[in-house]
């Protein structure tokens, strides 16, 4: 299958790259792409495949997270919607029975930042900032964050990123345990290659055993906090705060919330 939004890279060693490119509205999230990941990650050939990458295409944005000029014409019922197409696609990736890898280069927002949660471990250039912004477009995280970045940083941590909306820069995100290195822009690919061979030097069928036994002793609950996410994300597509924060980012504004 041709894709409109992926580029796929296949490499004679086992490590395939996968990169979001749409560089024009800095690889943002719409259902065309969200479909082809999906359609991507479920035809992927595990037993050639050994190491899979993910990345955004160009210097500004790895994603800088879902197309709001979409979801703004969503009401509940295709906002849930939306969000299980994320979800799904999302955790397609996680339970893959290979390492997963994501190479953060700029903007990480939102369901970029997701997408990123969904890999197995991330590396990122100091350029890169992260944040789930969703609060201030009147809406929830909707492929997962809620549940992944507790997961990752704590409860503490994970509201208040959340609730304040706020992004950090490479370095804080290390700190906090969302990413596992920095490095210089010029040098990412680099980093991420040189685990991806290390990872190759050891036997796949213990790796995914591995890395199955870390899943699901850690997530036993996963698919029901997932779901209870998926159903907050569609109801507030039934806000007037969904439809003004996304108006006055379309507009170029501040958002005025009334809480209704």
């Known amino acids: 299958m041709e894709y409109k939004f992926l580029k796929t890279e296949f490499k004679d060693n086992g490590i395939t790259i996968m990169t979001v490119s749409a560089p024009k509205s800095l690889n943002a999230l719409n259902s065309t792409v969200l479909k082809e990941i999906d359609h991507f990650v479920s035809n992927l050939d595990t037993k050639k495949t050994r190491v899979l990458i993910i990345t955004g295409d160009g210097e500004k944005a790895f994603v800088a997270g879902a197309d709001i000029s979409e979801m703004v014409h969503l009401y509940e019922k295709e906002g849930y919607e939306f969000s299980k197409l994320g979800a799904i696609a999302f955790r397609k990736i996680e339970t893959l029975p290979i390492p997963v890898i994501a190479a953060v280069n700029g903007f990480c927002l939102g369901g970029g930042c997701e997408l990123a949660m969904a890999c197995d471990f991330r590396y990122a250039s100091s ?134």
């Open 127 to 260: 350029n890169a900032k992260f944040g789930q912004p969703e609060v201030g477009l009147g809406i929830t995280p909707g492929f997962s964050g809620t549940y992944r970045l507790a997961k990752l940083v704590g409860q503490g941590m994970a509201k208040e990123m959340i609730f304040t909306s706020k992004a950090i820069k490479a370095d804080e995100a290390l700190r906090i345990g969302l990413v596992n290195a920095v490095c210089e822009p010029e040098e990412l690919m680099n980093k991420v290659m040189m685990t991806a061979k290390r990872i190759l030097a050891n036997a796949p069928l213990a790796i995914a055993h591995a890395k199955r036994c870390i899943n699901e002793s850690y997530d036993l609950c996963a698919d029901d906090a997932i779901e209870l996410e998926n159903v907050a994300f569609g109801k507030c597509f039934a806000t007037d705060d969904q439809k003004e924060g996304m108006a006055a980012f379309l507009e170029k504004r501040e958002a005025v919330f009334g809480g209704k």
